[in-house]
């Protein structure tokens, strides 16, 4: 996994789930980095991968934001 430094992944992940309304519709979690689908107002898909450290920490979070 990447470093604890700033991931512009999650920055935009974050900004469209607290901020826009979006809602994670799949998750997946690996040893080479994890992948969230999220889901916008108007049925829209977005994919957001990463390795980085505070996007693993971030995802394991959202089953229980999300109920995921």
Do not use: N
Not at 9 to 23: D, K, M, S, T
Not at 33 to 61: L, M, N, Q, Y
């Amino acid at each position: 996994m990447a470093g604890w430094g700033d991931d512009p992944v999650l920055a935009e992940l974050r900004g469209l789930l607290y901020e826009q309304g979006w809602r994670p519709v799949e998750v997946t979690e690996a040893a080479t980095g994890d992948t969230v689908v999220v889901e916008g107002p108007d049925g829209d898909r977005k994919t957001f991968a990463s390795d980085h450290i505070a996007f693993h920490r971030f995802v394991e979070g959202l089953h229980e934001d999300f109920d995921i």
